[in-house]
C-alpha cells in the first residue's frame, strides 16, 4: 500500500494509511486489490474519518471484482469508475501474503507483444479530499506514474513548470491517461508482428501453418475492441457527470472544473485513438487471412489452366494415333515408308498450332491469365 500526501507545498509518501488532510491539499491511497480485501475496515475507517462517508457494499464489491468492464458510477458523496488497463502487469495474489505477486504466468495466446496485454481493471473511488485506487498486484501503471510524482519534486522539475494534480479528479484523469498511453507505446510492436504475417501470407512459395496464432490474434484483438468501447463509455459517462457539476464560485474554481474538461476530453480522445488502431488491427488480420486464400485460390486456378491447356493439346494428338491405330487393312499412309514422317510432322504441326493459339488467348507464357 502507498499513501501520497498532497499539499501546496508537494507531495510527501508514507506507508500508513492518513488520518488527516492539510488545508487546500488531498491524499492518494492506492493499494493492490488483496490489499484492500484483507485492510477493508481499515480503509472504511480512514473515509469515514477523512471524508464523513464511506464506500458502499456494491461499490465495494466492484473494486474487488477482477472480471468487471469499464464503468462509471456515482453518489452524492463520491464517483466511481472502473478502468481496465491495457500494459504488462503480473497476476494477482492470495490472501495470505497480500501485495506480493504471485510468479505463476497466465496462460495467453495469440503473438508475444499480446500476451504481454494485461487487461486487469483498476478501480478508482474519488472523493472531494481522498482518491482511493485499487490496482492489481504490482502495477507498473501504479509505480511508473508514482515515480513520476515524485520525481516532480526535484528543482529541475519544478523549473521546467512540471504541474502536480490540483485535485483527486485531476490524479485519476493523470492514471487513465498513462493507462491508455502504455497501449499505445505496445502499438508499433504489434503492427510489426501483423505486418510480417501479412507477408508470410500473401507468399505463394510459402507453407503457412501458424493459423493458431493468426486465430488467436484475431480473437485478442476484438477482445481488445470490446474492452476499449467500454473504457470509451466510461469516461463519457464521466465526462457527462462533470458537465453537470455546479460552476465554482471562484475564478480559481471554474479555471479548475475547465482543466478536468479539458483533461477529460484529451483522455478519451486516447481512447479512440486506441479504438481506431485496435480496429485497424483487426482488418488487417481479417485482409490478410482473406488475400492468402485468395492467392492460394489463384495459384490453383493456374495450375488447372496449365493442366488443361496440356490436355488440349495432347487431345487430337491421341485422336491421331487412335485412328491410325485401328485394325482395318488399307488405311491411308498405313504402307507407305515416309507415313510415319508425314504423321508426326502434322502432329507437331498441331501442337504448334495449339500452343500459338493458347498463348495468344493468354492461356500459356508471360500473358497468363489476362483478360481477352
Known sequence: MRVFSFDSTGVVESDVLPTGVATGGFVWVACARREFEVHLPQVQAMLTALTGTHLVDLHVQDLLSNQLPSHYDFTSQYDVLVFR???AGNSETDLSQ???PLHVAPRRVGPPVLRRIDTSPVGFAVFDHVLLTVHPTDCAVRDAFAARLLSAMSADSRAAGV???GNPADLMLR???TMVDSYLELRRELTRQLDHWQL???NPRTRFSNWSAVLDARTSL???DEICEDQRAAVQDWIDALATWPDGDTPAAARERELLMVRSRDVLEHIERVVHHVRRLENSAEAAVQMH????SNR????MRTLTVLTAIFLPLNLITGYFGMNFEFMPLLHLSSGVWWVGAFMLCVVVGLLMWFWRQGYVGRGQGRNR
Open 293 to 296: 486464400f485468395s492467392v492460394q
Open 175 to 177: 492514471i487513465v491517461n
Open 85 to 87: 488497463r491495457l500494459a
Open 222 to 224: 476484438h477482445q481488445l
Open 163 to 165: 504541474r502536480l494534480p
Open 300 to 303: 490453383t486456378n493456374d495450375i
Open 98 to 100: 497480500p501485495g506480493s
Open 200 to 202: 508470410e501470407l500473401l
